[in-house]
T-cell receptor, first 113, second 112 residues
Framework: DSGVTQTPKHLITATGQRVTLRCSPR?????VYWYQQSLDQGLQFLIQ???????AKGNILERFSAQQFPDLHSELNLSSLELGDSALYFC????????????FGSGTRLTVV | QKEVEQDPGPLSVPEGAIVSLNCTYS??????FMWYRQYSRKGPELLMY????GNKEDGRFTAQVDKSSKYISLFIRDSQPSDSATYLC????????????FGKGTRLSVIA
């Protein structure tokens, strides 16, 4: 157990629907990162939050949004889902000091049918 | 040109072989270099961490960074079937304002 908790583990939904992925960071970590992993694109950075504030944004689609709550858990909202959104979505967290790498959760596998 | 290039493999070696995994990068601002291991259907886990140029050894694993060539390597000695996984290189600058950038990963199979 890495200490980063992601729910649900699997999600199957239809095109056009909306889903919410949840992440609880490791205790003491203030930053939360969301990554999308597909076979052909590898790990793609979506967005970072630090202590409730958006810190950095990657190639995140306008249909996607995220937030980090006062208890530091984060949610990634994906709407108007398309077949191409099927992927593994990872959350990672890091402590407020240094650049010592991120701790990843076990991911949410999203399948859009 | 992508910021980080990594040969996706797959790479298949016999048990006991020495494995060499590599990445090249283009951003000279990168200062911290990491290797992650990802087993199938699991999240990436941090394997090795190196700051700037040089070597770092941890058991059967050695990470090398050559900043002059923008080239990093991970060596696995006496490879085991349990080392079969995807290995991703990752790097970040010192600014703290940009996230980790990952290579696409190299899929390694160690055959008993």
């Amino acid at each position: 157990d890495s200490g980063v908790t992601q729910t649900p583990k699997h999600l199957i939904t239809a095109t056009g629907q909306r889903v919410t992925l949840r992440c609880s960071p490791r205790s003491g970590d203030l930053s939360v990162y969301w990554y999308q992993q597909s076979l052909d694109q590898g790990l793609q950075f979506l967005i970072q939050y630090y202590n409730g504030e958006e810190r950095a944004k990657g190639n995140i689609l306008e249909r996607f949004s995220a937030q980090q709550f006062p208890d530091l858990h984060s949610e990634l909202n994906l709407s108007s889902l398309e077949l191409g959104d099927s992927a593994l979505y990872f959350c990672a967290s890091s402590p407020p000091w240094g650049n010592y790498g991120y701790t990843f959760g076990s991911g949410t596998r999203l399948t859009v049918v | 040109q992508k910021e980080v290039e990594q040969d996706p493999g797959p790479l298949s070696v016999p048990e006991g072989a020495i494995v060499s995994l590599n990445c090249t990068y283009s951003n000279s601002a990168f200062q911290y270099f990491m290797w992650y291991r990802q087993y199938s259907r699991k999240g990436p886990e941090l394997l090795m961490y190196t700051y700037s140029s040089g070597n770092k050894e941890d058991g059967r694993f050695t990470a090398q960074v050559d900043k002059s060539s923008k080239y990093i390597s991970l060596f696995i000695r006496d490879s085991q079937p349990s080392d079969s996984a995807t290995y991703l290189c990752a790097m970040i600058s010192n600014s703290g304002n940009t996230p980790l950038v990952f290579g696409k990963g190299t899929r390694l199979s160690v055959i008993a």
